[in-house]
């Protein structure tokens, strides 16, 4: 997962590594004018205004089906993850340098942001449940000596932070303690729901 700083209040994107390298073949492989009909495509699916099935531009009639596959979605998650923290203009230009799509091609892409960045935030917000999502993960090891519920206690205790971001975009801390156990099972949750997730992936 790729994080990047995205402002204001230093919210973060999150691009998958997928993602990360669709944009990077986007930038590199892709001349500016078809990245540019490819991010124009990406927004346009976004905001519902494009029969999937017929999708394909005329500029990139000659491109490898699977690089347009791989681009097209990279630059609509890219556009989608944007507007949805409400990224300034500038900070998206700098994190298309971060992810290798440079000059008339960053150019071109930035241009499709700021063009439609307004009406992706409706239909986001119209189409988003709002959940909150980690973004960020901090933890330390202490020592505790005592505890006020249990007394003496002379064990290990991890503490734990995670920055959230809410369905507003506004970052909150939560943190927590946990012993090595208590870390161990929830770890282990959160292996046993990925597991799913990639199973009911792989079944569509």
């Known amino acids: 997962v790729l994080r990047l700083f995205a402002a204001p209040g230093y919210r973060r994107m999150e691009l998958s590594a997928e993602t990360s390298e669709g944009l990077r073949r986007a ?12 991010a124009h495509l990406g927004a346009s699916l976004v905001l519902e205004e494009k029969d999937p099935a017929r999708v394909k531009p ?3 009639r000659d491109v490898d089906p699977l690089l ?12 989608a993850e944007a507007a949805r923290l ?6 998206f230009r ?3 340098g971060d992810v290798g799509i ?4 960053a150019a071109g892409v930035a241009g499709v942001y700021a063009e439609n960045k307004r009406a992706l935030r409706k239909v986001l917000g119209r189409t988003s449940f709002a959940l909150d999502r980690v973004v960020d993960i901090r933890w330390r090891l202490d020592y505790a000596v005592s505890s006020r519920r249990i007394g003496k206690v002379n064990a290990p205790m991890y503490v734990v932070s995670l920055d959230v971001v809410d369905g507003e975009g506004k970052m909150q801390e939560i943190t927590f303690t946990a012993r090595l156990e208590q870390l161990q099972e929830l770890a282990s949750k959160v292996k046993d729901a990925a597991k799913q997730v990639d199973r009911v992936l792989a079944a569509e």
Do not use: H, N
């Not at 930038?27 to 490819?38: A, F, H, Q």
């Not at 347009?68 to 630059?75: G, I, N, V």
């Open 68 to 79: 347009f596959k791989q681009a097209l979605a990279a630059l609509s998650a890219l556009l």
């Open 102 to 105: 440079v000059g008339e091609a």
């Open 27 to 38: 930038g590199t492989e892709l001349t500016p004018d078809i990245c540019t009909s490819i």
């Open 86 to 91: 409400d990224v300034a203009e500038g900070e």
């Open 94 to 96: 700098a994190t298309l």
């Open 58 to 60: 005329e500029q990139a």
